[in-house]
Structures are given as C-alpha cells and as structure tokens.
C-alpha cells in the first residue's frame, strides 16, 4: 500500500516535470537538432532518477520526523512532570496530560483558562512574583506554589519557568513535591517537638563536636544555671567557666577516659555557679559517640540539678551524726546519772540505817537526818530533771500561761537562793528591776521560774567567789533577763555545746558531776517555748553571763491590780487565815501543816474530795483550800467542781504531781485558783498565798 503510494507519487513528480519542460521550450522558442534532443533527453532521465533517489531519502526523513514527533508527543503528554505554555497574560495555551492531572481536568477544558486561578490564594503571590522575575530578567526561576484542583485535591509543587525566545510565552514545569514536603514538614515537625521536649524537660541536654569543638546547650541546661536560652553561647568554656575548678579538672580526666575508652559511660557530680551567685549541685552523665575509625567525634549526655537530693542527704548525714552523738552522749549520761543516782541513795539507805542504833546522841541523829534531807532532795532533783527533759523531748511538755509580776518572780528567786549564796560566801545582788507599770507580763510562771533557778543554781554552783547578779531588763518588744557569775567561766569552744542536752562543759570538774548536764537543756528548752532565745557570753576564768528573752505580753490593765501584792495585805493576813487541806497522804498532810502553820489561824483536815465538799458547805467562812488532786472517794477535782457550785469566791490551791503539769490545766479548768507541785515548796507556797491575800 504505501509502496503503491510512492509510485503514484514519483509519477505525479515525473509528470509535473515533464509539464514545465514543456512550458520551458514553447516559452524560449527551443528548436533542436535530433542528436541535441537525444542527448537531452538522456540528461533528463539523468536528472529525473536523480530526484526521485532525492525524493526518497526525503520521504524516509519525513517518516523519521513523523516518528519523532509522535515520540515527542508521547514524552510531552506522559511525563511525569507537569508541562504548561502560557500566554503573556498566563492562560493556559498548551498542557501535557500529568498537567492536567495537577490541575484537576480534562486537557481539553483547560487551555485557555488562566492558571493563576489553580494557585492557591496563599501561594499565588509568589507566583506571579516568579513571572515578574522571569518577564523582566528573561531568566529560568523557580518557585513553590500549592495547586488547588476544586478544592478537592491539592498538591505542592515546583515551578520552573522560561520565556519562548520569540513569541515571550511562557513554559512552565511543575514536579509533584507534596510526598517530599509532607516528609520534610513532618521532619520539622518532629524537630520542633524535639525542641520543645527539650525545653520542657527538667535535665538540660548537651551536644559537644569533639572535632570542632561546639558544644550544643539545651535551653534546659542553661536554665539549670539560671540562663536565659539566648544568654550563653555554645561554646565549650561556658561549662568550664561555670563549673568549680576543682570538678572541672576531675571532669576532664573523666572525658579523657571516656573518649580512649577507658570507660564506657561518665558519670560525675559536680557543682556549677548559678547566674546569682550561688552552687548548684549537678549530675552529669555522657557517652561518646565514635566514627568508623573509632575515633569519638561527638560527646552527648545530661545534666540533672541534685541540689535539692544533696540537701536532703546532707540531712540525713547530719541527723545520722546527730543521732549517733545523741547515742554518745545518752550512754555518758547514763555513766553519769548512775553514778549520780548511787551517790544520795547510797546516802539515804547508809544513814537510814544508821539511824536504827539505839545509843545515838540527838546531834548524830540530826546529823544523819539532814545528809537523808539532802540526799533525797538531791535525787529528787535528778528525777524531775528527767520528767522535765522526757516531756520536752516527747513534746509533751505544755505551757500554763498566766499573769506575771516579773519583779516578783526576780524577787522571790533572790530572796530563795539568798542564804545559801551568802552561806557559800558570795553576794548576790538583784539590781534591774522593771518599772512598775511594765512588771507585769502573761507567761508561765512555773516555766520562768524553773529558768531563773537553774541559772542561779549554776552560778552558785559554779563560782567560788564574788557577785551572782540577777536582773530584768525590757528592750522593745521583749524582756532581757540576766545571770551573771564571777565564777569558773566556760571555755569558748563549749559555750554552745552547754545547751544541748547531757554536755557538761567540763567533766573533768568535781561540780559537774553534781549534775546531770540537763539543767541547761531544760532551761533552753523552757526559753524557746515562751518565744524566747537564751545565749551566754562567758570569760574562762573570769565568769559567766547567761541572757535570755521573753516576749512582752502586757496584761489588760483592768486584771493588773489583781497581780500587785500589798506588803500590808501579807502583814495583815499574817495568822488569820482559815484553811483547808485535802490530802490522804500522812507525810504530805504534816509537811502543809508545818509550811502554812505560821499564817493560818484555823487549819481543817479531810482525806477525800467527798469530805472536803462538806467542810467547806460547813465552814463558808474558810479562806483557802489546798486540794490534793489524788485522793480516795472523791477526785479533788470533782470535789473543786461541786465546791465551786456553792462557793465561787473560795481561793482553792491545787497540789498537783510534779512534772504532770497537764493536771494543772485541768485543775484551772476545774475552778482552782492556781496550783502547786509536790513536793510543796514552803517558798513557791507563801509566794502564792501572798498573792492571793
Ligand atoms: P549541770 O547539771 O552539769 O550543771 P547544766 O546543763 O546546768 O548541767 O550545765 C551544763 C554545763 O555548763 C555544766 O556542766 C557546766 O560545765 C557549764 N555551766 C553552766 N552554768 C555555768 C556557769 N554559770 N559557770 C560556769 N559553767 C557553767
């Protein structure tokens, strides 16, 4: 078929040039000799095969060319590239069919539309930014745009466009990058969430480039030393500058181990200065990261602030020393108080039995009486001490806070130790009082007095001559109390440790073994609970001067004549009170009659609350009573409570069991006026009564 067409197209060829011979000669006129016309017609035949040879190479170049665009055709509309020639005004002239599938139709619909309009709205700026660039520089620019195909699909893709040399078209590629965006964006994503993780996290991270030596701090890091993210340069000398030189020397002998392989992993703690000033406690771990020639190339690891874990083990070391100097000192007081309680017992049951000879003069007697005396009182002493310093020690220990004339708690305290100072040859001197209308003050009284006796009891104890001073001062809001001793002295390096409990500033001393080391203790103890602070200024050899405060809490001026004790009131009650005394205990009951026998005119005596009520239904003349709160049949404070129904006015004392002082609260509570410990002190006693009338 297509040979046949050849044919008939060489001889249309042939025809047609025999024609315009023919034209040729009839036009010149050409007449010629046969000979001539032979060899011209050779010539011809010459010629014509000539052209058809040319004709067929033509034909075959026509075929290829054909071959070619069809190819081209082939590429153009099935590449995988979207391909776009646009007119100057960016309609869509041609498309191949991958740019119809990013634009969402039909080839055919598309020509002609304009293909801004598929540019998202966000990207289309960007857009004609490229074709402006192109117009003007007539150069190839690219660009990232979104295409929209009907809002259904989109996609992102990568312009590239040129100008047509002649007719300024514009051709136009655009390569599918959605996939690659989607990776990088998530890429970014995931980095950016790195990032906040980083700066979310309480460890700061670190990134050190062994080769160039940048160090990569996290925002964390830095933050651990008080920095701002932007604050400090990532550069390896920030945490050389930061670090305690010390640490840093240790440190990089550690990284030096770490890069050699010496060791696997470094963990080290470390202090850096924080940007105000103070250490931080770090904990440090790393590893090494090594290239395929083993060399390490990088070192990543954390920070973790420990500050706060290190305090808390400083702590616990600290009470774990505590304690086991506590043990310490608790086994050299028990070394101490058995020998301390041996002493006056061995003292009470010798001369006990002593007593029991039969040809014993009055004055032997006496004698050993006394040395029971005191050895009881010794003892008794050692055992309140220890009530006192369980019940601080467990918490127990309450506060019974009342009305105070401060200057006659001084007052009475002189007038208590007077005699044994003087006996002792020494002075004691009271010589600060508080002017009268700041004397009086609401604090337990039991508590100061406790405080001033054990401080006058030491400088009596601990000083061989001289001046005991005693005083009350106020300053601001607080009252300043002092003792002061021309004693021993205490040396300076034992003047904190005399507070703490069983410390004797020196146990070498005869006096110290006197004591049990608690006296102190307690009175510190009994300082602080009052709101108070006790501290001793103190010269080895020269004496000692202990201070401490009490807050100033002022009575309401209404109750302050309550307080005031008349020197003519006491004179004129002198022998004329009616009194009461509840008590089942023989001993007790003779040791109250002694005490009070000098001031009472008539003294009733019952064994039980229940008689007790009677007595004074019986005798509503009665002045005072002095209830034991232990007794038989009826509580003494049930007895308080039924007495009170009838007789409110009644000043009713309660004897209450030393180093209980719980029951103080309760008798108050009952309707007693006030309380007493046992054993009755004759002092503490008549200081009450006077108060009272
Ligand atoms: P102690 O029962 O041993 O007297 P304290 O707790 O009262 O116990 O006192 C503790 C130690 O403080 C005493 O052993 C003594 O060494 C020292 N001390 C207390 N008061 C004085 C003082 N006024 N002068 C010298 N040393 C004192």
């Not at 153009?76 to 100057?88: M, Q």
């Not at 040129?162 to 989607?182: F, H, M, P, S, V």
């Not at 200065?273 to 990261?289: M, N, Q, T």
Request: proline share 2%.
């Amino acid at each position: 078929m297509k040979k046949a067409k050849d044919k008939s197209e060489k001889n249309h060829l042939r025809e047609d040039a025999e024609k315009l011979l023919k034209k040729q000669f009839e036009k010149n006129d050409i007449n010629l000799a046969e000979a001539d016309l032979r060899k011209l017609l050779h010539e011809i035949e010459v010629h014509q095969i000539e052209l058809e040879l040319q004709n067929d190479e033509l034909i075959a170049a026509r075929e290829e060319a054909q071959l070619l665009k069809e190819k081209y055709i082939e590429l153009y509309d099935f590449a995988p590239i979207g391909y776009f020639t646009l007119s100057k005004d960016g309609s869509i002239l041609e498309l191949n069919l991958r740019g119809a599938k990013l634009l969402g139709k039909n080839r055919l619909r598309l020509t002609k539309s304009d293909f801004s309009l598929f540019v998202s709205n966000n990207t289309r700026p960007t857009f004609f930014e490229m074709l402006e660039k192109v117009t003007i520089g007539n150069i190839r620019e690219t660009c990232e745009v979104i295409l929209e195909t009907n809002g259904k699909e989109s996609f992102y893709v990568l312009l590239s466009c040129t100008l047509t040399e002649n007719e300024g078209r514009y051709l136009l590629t655009a390569t599918d990058i959605t996939k690659r965006k989607q990776i990088s964006d998530a890429l970014q994503e995931s980095e950016e969430r790195f990032k906040l993780a980083m700066k979310a996290a309480n460890d700061g991270l670190f990134d050190w480039n062994l080769e160039t030596n940048e160090i990569y701090y996290s925002p964390g890091w830095k933050k651990m030393i008080g920095y701002e993210d932007d604050e400090l340069p990532n550069d390896f000398s920030v945490w050389e500058k930061t670090t305690d030189p010390e640490d840093v020397k240790l440190s990089l002998e550690q990284q030096q181990k770490l890069i050699t392989r010496q060791i696997d992993r470094f963990v080290m703690e470390f202090k850096m200065k924080h940007k105000d000033g103070h250490w931080v406690d770090i904990l440090s771990k790393a590893e090494a990261i090594f290239n395929d020639e083993g060399k390490a190339v990088r070192m990543v690891g954390t920070h973790t602030d420990i500050t706060k874990r290190k305090v808390a083990e400083k702590e616990l070391i600290f009470a774990k020393d505590k304690a086991e100097e506590s043990d310490r000192l608790k086994s050299a007081f028990l070394a101490n108080m058995s020998h301390e309680i041996r002493t006056p017992m061995n003292g009470i049951l010798g001369f006990a039995g002593l007593l029991k000879e039969p040809k014993l003069t009055g004055e032997e007697k006496q004698k050993y009486i006394s040395i029971i005396e005191k050895s009881g009182k010794r003892m008794l002493n050692i055992i309140n001490d220890l009530v006192d310093i369980s019940k601080v020690e467990s918490g127990l220990m309450k506060l019974l806070i009342s009305k105070t004339n401060i200057n006659d708690q001084i007052q009475y305290i002189y007038a208590f130790f007077k005699q044994e100072v003087e006996l002792k040859g020494l002075q004691i001197i009271f010589n600060k009082q508080l002017p009268v209308e700041h004397a009086n003050i609401t604090t337990d009284r039991e508590k100061l007095f406790a405080i001033l006796t054990n401080l006058v009891k030491n400088a009596i104890k601990y000083s061989d001559e001289g001046t005991i001073e005693l005083g009350c001062e106020k300053k601001g809001d607080f009252l300043e109390f002092f003792v002061k001793d021309t004693g021993i002295g205490i040396p300076k390096d034992r003047q904190s440790a005399i507070f703490e409990r069983f410390v004797q500033a020196d146990i070498a001393d005869k006096r110290a073994f006197q004591g049990a080391g608690l006296g102190l203790t307690i009175t510190k103890a009994y300082v602080e609970m009052l709101g108070g602070s006790i501290w001793v200024q103190s010269v080895e050899g020269e004496g000692s001067e202990f201070y401490f405060t009490l807050p100033y809490h002022a009575v309401p001026e209404t109750i302050e004549s309550v307080m005031e004790i008349s020197d003519d009131a006491e004179s004129g009650r002198k022998k004329s009170l009616k009194v009461l005394v509840a008590e089942d205990d023989d001993t007790s009951e003779l040791l109250l009659k002694v005490t009070i026998n000098d001031f009472c005119k008539q003294i009733i005596f019952v064994h039980n609350g229940k008689d007790a009520v009677v007595a004074c239904q019986e005798n509503p003349d009665i002045d005072l009573v002095l209830m034991d709160i232990k007794m038989p049949i009826m509580s003494g404070y049930e007895a308080v409570k039924r007495i009170r129904k009838f007789n409110e006015k009644v000043i009713i004392i309660a004897q209450t069991a030393h180093g209980l002082k719980g029951d103080m609260e309760i008798a108050i509570a009952a309707g007693c006026n006030d309380y007493i410990s046992k054993p009755i002190s004759k002092p503490l006693l008549v200081s009450i009564i006077n108060k009272y009338f």
